[in-house]
Structure formats: C-alpha cells, structure tokens
C-alpha cells in the first residue's frame, strides 16, 4: 500500500474490458438492464481508451456490435437504453408506442459508441432524432428522459438529461444545416437559463449541489459552445466571472484526504458549547487547528458533496468539468493517482468505488479517464465533455455534416 | 421452460414475448447479462401486456414483480403509475408499498420519480400529506444525507409551498443537530429561507436566477430583503462554526447569507479575525474568509497572500495548487 512508484496496470485492465466485452455480465448487472446501452459504452470506450479496441476485436466483430447498436434504435427516431422494450416489429402502435420510447442518455450513448467503432453514421435517422429533440424540452427548459402517455414528459427535472440532450444536438446537428430544413432547434436560450439557475449558493450545480450534476451542467454548456460560433460569451465558462470563481473554488474543494466513510464517533465530534460569555470570548476559547504535514497525506481523491468521502468516479466528474474550465491544474495529480492506484484499483482489474471494493464498470471506466486526464502512460487522450477518445472526436468533425 | 407465468391459469390467455436481442439478425449484442430466469419470464409477459396496452390488475401485479427485480426500468413505473390512475387504485396504498421499496433501494432515481407523479395528482392530493415527512424522516434515519430523497423534498416544498411549515425547518434543524455536518440539511434550510418562491422558475437553489435579461451581477441576490431573518441566519451558522470550526458547511452557507442579502464578506472581519492570530489558528475556513476580505481591499493584497500561503503551507496542503492559483491571481491583479 506504501509502493511509492504505484503502476497502472495496463494488461489486467485489458483484460477486465474484455470479459466485460465477451462474456455475460453478472446476475447483479440485472438491475441495470435498462442501462445496457450505457454499459456498452464504458466497455467500448474503455478499450478504446486503452488501445485495443482495433487489437482484440475483429472487423467482423465490430461490425456485429454496429448492428446491434442499430437494432436499438426507434423507427421513430432515437434509440432504446436496451432491446428489452422492443415488442417486435408490426405490433407498434399509437397505444403502445410509450411503452417503447426513445430515451434521452440512451440516445447519446449509442451515438458515441456508433463513433467509438468507427461508424458514419449513416444509418442513424438524424433528421426524425433531431425532430423528437425538441419534444422532451420542458417549458423551464430543461429536458426530460423520454416522451411518455400523451406527449407528457417523462422523468425527473435532471441535469444528466440536459447534458445528453446538448450532447445528441452536439453530435447530430454539427455545423451544417444541411438536410435539415424545417426541423426546429430546441428552446437554446430557455436551455441556457434553467443551466445557469442551477448554480446555488456555495458554487455547485443543482438542487442539491453534486459533482456529477455539476459535471452535466457544465458539459451542456460546452457542448451549445462548441457548435455555435456566434454565442454570447456564458459566465460559468467565462474565467474571472463570479460564477466560475465560485465553480472552481467548489470544484477544487472536493478534493479529499477522507477515502472511507468514518467512524460513527467521529463523524459525529463536535465541540460541547457554552452560550455564556461575548462570542470573542467563545472563539478565543476554541482549540487551535493543528497544521497538517504534507508529508503525512499521500493518498487524495474527490468526494462528491461537502463533507462526503472520496470515490473513485468524482476523480472524473470534478476532473473532467475542471479540464471544461481549463484550470485541471488546481488538482493535486500526484495524490489523485496514488488514490486510484493504490487504494481503488483491483487486483483483477478494473477500479472499485472504494478500498477493497470489488470493481464495476462504472468505477473502472471513470478512475481509468482520470488517469488518462493526468498524462498517465498507454492511456489515450480523452474529451472531457464527451467523455470518449479525442479519435472519436475527430472521427465525428469529418461527418458530412461537420464540413461547414 | 415451466414458469411462474407460463403455469398460471390467469396468464393463459397471453403470449410471452421473447426478447429479441437482435442475434437472429446477426447482431452481436453488447453488455449481454446473465438474466435470472425468473426476469427474462417476467419481462417476456410484461412485452405482452404493455404491447397491448393492457390496464389491468394482473398486469399491475406483474409490473410489481419487474421492479423487484429492476427497480430501474424506465417504462415499468411509467407504464404501473397509469394502470393506477386507470383502476382509480388507492394511492396511499401505493405510497405504503413504496415506502418498503425505497427502503429497500437507497439509492435509485425512479422509484423517488414515482413518488413525485404520485403526489402530483391534484386530486388525490389537493394538500400536503403530513406522513410524508414523517417517512422521509425514517428514509434519513437510513442515510441522512441520500441524494434523492433530499431531490424529492427540495419537490415537495415547491408544489405545496411548504417554505414556511414549521415542520420543514424542525427536521432540517433535527438532522443538523445531529450531524451538523451534514451539508445537504445546509442546502435544504437556504432553499426555505431564500429559495425562489415563484415556482414558473426553473426548480433550482439560486436565489433570483432570473432569465437572461438578467444582469449577472443580480443574480444571486434578493430583491427585497429581510433584514432580521437575514440576521438570524448569520447567528445560526455561528452557532455552529461553534460547534465544530473546521465544518465548512455553516461558512459557505454564511456566503451564502450575505450574497443573498447584498452584505459584503467584510462584515464578519471582526467575527472571523477572532479565529487567526499569529500561531493559533482556530478554523481554516477563517483564514479563506480572510483572504477574500483582503483580497478585495485595495492595499491589503499582500495580507490575502499570506492568508492563502498559511492555507498552502499550513492547513491544507492537499489544495496547493489551488492557493497557487488562487495567489497568482492576486499577483496579477496587483501588477
């Protein structure tokens, strides 16, 4: 636990992805069924992520996972989070057709992995998916999950749907608006204000602060900035504005020493108070805060909202949004990656939430991306906001739609 | 395969829909999971009565039987809460099942989200259920600081204007003292203070956000201020930097205060300056205010920067790229 040159261990994460890839997923994995689509995603991206996505997967492969990508998706438009709402063709109808919507995350992350696998595209029905868009923007204009009952919107007033929302404008609008005439933009403006409205007082985004909420806000915005050229410039993205001050002194406050939920007693320490005497008197009475030896902390990750403990994932959520920001380095690298290394990395692969925790997908793909973040070598580049391979990227701006 | 449906009298009359995982096309399927038998049976009957629309109690039944096994399928709960509304079911006994479930999950969004379409129903609930808060409160005897149960209150305040119920502002006050660290009660005791009380405006904690005609400068802050409520809010987060110094929540809930008031950091100098003398340093969290009101001072810059260097050096050297930071900035500002 005190290696001091800690190492990544490329081959048994390769290996991790591939079961992952190849082989069932646990029984426990059944109360994310609904989530396949984005588990698919942190098993492609994650070898994408390591380089061997090409390597150990063959062409014929790839293609069978392309096919299957598409299987998910609506003829309406957009894609399922997993096949399991497909009733079979010929039995859709007005009736039934809300029982078997196009989700909001769902449809962002099958476009992702179509360009993880080097897909164009082409068989993605831009135009009808562009057209739903709109459809699950509330009048406050945030977005929902899905178009239920009647046109109703279904889901929670969320910030994850905001963010996957901009991010299927992102990939499917482009710069060009070619093929797309009379097909309404979303209420961008209307967008805007609910993601500024969500910052509250102590810097954070959302109604109750949290940094993956923080994370979607942030990356809604970046994505609406990306594709638009004639912005007006937004104070949360601007640096020296109030707001990004704010954000960023939120964000770099995350970082913790705290790695384990602590012992009920001392969670709970605080000082027996007196309410006799004036209020200088009952602060000079106070103990005084022992300095902290730097060389006593080796290991630092993030926690999610103030006064929580670390966990593997907020490495990215905070990370990544702070790479959006331009300031990642307001993070201590070094701790970070002796956090990840030596105390969430798995044995068998893989990252766990916390120490000893067995490793998830989830944990695994987001502590793997904060390493990448950091330089860490045999990690290719990724794009914070859309949380993939900067190749994918790329891959994405030479769609035709990309050439302005 | 003998199942529980497929030997049921009262599911003869259905065919099962198979999942078609898109092999027999010749897709390869990605994050394939090894289903439990009982969930692909299940699932298949559920395919069936969903694709024909069925509003019944049998399919009531089994939607039940799906969320035990997948609390987060996106359509079940959908798909269950208008077969209630349909059947004119009773939706206490409703809120009762999910009571056991919600307990059962800790952490899942739609079971929170069910609740909410629930008690949107103007007509079963044209007020505020008053054993709500009794069994949030039992949800937070489990994890005072669960994230969507918080989400969901943060709801409930909003749609039945519960800012000013005492009993609101009793159990943020119950769970603070009991943990006054628990940041997510700091959160929910501004939302009923200063909160936006004009419910068009987007569902969130910023005090006047305003639309975009909105000047940056504005948002933030409140349009008519009560000065003692202001006031007591400021005794209230002293009272409990009391208790526990180092507890960031009280101090940037003290920001807080102050931004929505339109008050500056300056005017707790003298409260905040009792916690830093040379060699005793009483909170870390005083030495950062101290730095801001410096920081703003002209000709107090180079007091700010060795407020932050103590900070870097002395009390928190997980962030010293961030006092850095923070310290170039003054630099620049004064060059």
Request: net charge negative; glycine share 8%.
């Amino acid at each position: 636990m005190t290696d001091p040159n800690p190492t990544f261990n490329t081959e048994r994460h390769v290996k991790y992805y591939l079961r992952c890839l190849k082989t069932f997923l646990p029984s426990a994995y059944t109360s994310n069924d609904s989530n396949r689509m984005l588990l698919a995603y942190l098993t492609l991206s994650g070898l994408d992520v390591l380089g061997v996505l090409q390597s150990k997967t063959t062409p014929e492969e790839r293609q069978g996972y392309i096919d299957w990508l598409y299987h998910c998706q609506l003829p309406s438009g957009g894609f399922r989070g997993f096949p399991g709402t497909d009733f079979g063709s010929g039995k859709r109808n007005k009736d039934n057709e809300a029982w078997d919507p196009a989700n909001v995350p769902a449809t962002f992350f099958a476009l992702v992995n179509l360009l993880i696998l080097g897909d164009d595209l082409s068989r993605v029905k831009r135009r009808e998916c562009l057209e739903w868009l709109p459809k699950v923007q509330r009048a406050d204009g945030s977005f929902g999950e899905l178009v239920g009952p009647e046109g109703s919107i279904g889901g929670p007033r969320d910030l994850r749907y905001c963010c996957c929302a901009a991010g299927i404008r992102y990939v499917l609008r482009g710069r060009s608006e070619t093929g797309l005439e009379g097909v309404p933009d979303i209420d961008v403006l209307g967008f805007i204000s609910f993601i500024e409205a969500c910052q509250t007082y102590d810097g954070g985004m959302a109604e109750s602060p949290f940094c993956g909420h923080t994370y979607c806000a942030v990356g809604s915005l970046d994505f609406l900035r990306r594709t638009s050229n004639d912005m007006k410039p937004l104070p949360l993205l601007s640096a020296g504005s109030n707001q990004s001050d704010a954000l960023i002194t939120w964000l770099a406050s995350r970082q913790t020493a705290q790695l384990e939920e602590p012992e009920e007693d001392e969670d709970e320490k605080q000082l027996e108070v007196t309410d006799t005497g004036s209020l200088d008197d009952r602060v000079r009475g106070l103990p005084n805060v022992q300095p902290i030896g730097a060389d006593t902390i080796s290991c630092a990750g993030f926690n999610g909202r103030c006064n929580k403990y670390a966990d593997t994932c907020y490495s990215f959520w905070n990370g990544a949004t702070l790479m959006m920001l331009d300031q990642y380095s307001v993070v201590d690298e070094v701790r970070n990656r002796r956090y990840l290394l030596e105390k969430t990395q798995h044995l068998v692969g893989g990252f766990g939430k916390g120490p000893g925790d067995p490793p998830d997908l989830l944990h695994s793909y987001f502590g793997m991306v904060s390493l990448a973040f950091q330089g860490e070598a045999g990690l290719s580049p990724v794009d914070p906001t859309m949380g993939s391979s900067e190749r994918t990227v790329r891959h994405l701006e030479s769609l035709p739609w990309w050439q302005s | 395969m003998e199942g529980e449906y497929s030997t049921d009298p009262e599911w003869a009359s259905v065919t099962p829909i198979d999942l078609d995982d898109g092999s027999s096309s010749g897709a390869m399927p990605l994050a394939t999971i090894a289903y439990p038998a009982e969930y692909l049976e299940a699932t298949s009957y559920l395919r069936a009565v969903m694709a024909a629309n069925e509003m019944s109690e049998r399919a009531l039944n089994l939607t039940k039987d799906v969320i035990s096994m997948n609390p987060a399928h996106y359509t079940v709960w959908i798909y269950r809460a208008k077969i209630l509304f349909a059947l004119d079911k009773d939706l206490n006994e409703e809120l009762s099942w999910l009571n056991d479930v919600s307990l059962k999950y800790l952490k899942n969004y739609q079971i929170w989200h069910h609740r909410q379409v629930l008690l949107s129903s103007k007509a079963h609930f044209p007020t505020f259920p008053p054993k709500e808060a009794d069994f949030l409160m039992e949800m937070f005897a489990q994890d005072s600081k669960n994230y969507h149960v918080w989400t969901y209150r943060h709801w409930l305040v909003r749609h039945f204007r519960l800012w000013d119920q005492p009993r609101e502002l009793e159990d943020v006050e119950f769970l603070l003292k009991a943990d006054v660290r628990n940041n997510s009660a700091w959160n929910h005791r501004y939302m009923l203070r200063f909160g936006p009380r004009d419910t068009s405006l987007p569902d969130a904690g910023m005090v006047n956000a305003g639309d975009l005609s909105t000047a940056p400068t504005e948002k933030g802050k409140l349009s008519v201020v009560d000065e003692d409520l202001v006031d007591g809010e400021l005794k209230f987060a002293q009272e409990a930097i009391l208790r526990a110094p180092e507890n960031r929540s009280p101090w940037w809930y003290a920001r807080g205060v102050l931004r929505a008031a339109g008050r500056g950091l300056a005017e707790w100098e003298g409260f905040v300056s009792g916690f830093v003398s040379e060699g005793a340093v009483k909170s870390s969290h005083a030495v950062e205010w101290l730095a801001d009101v410096f920081a703003e001072r002209a000709g107090k810059e180079a007091e700010a920067v060795r407020m932050l260097t103590m900070l870097k050096e002395k009390f928190d050297p997980i962030r010293k790229n961030y006092w850095d930071y923070r310290i170039r900035k003054l630099d620049q500002a004064v060059a």
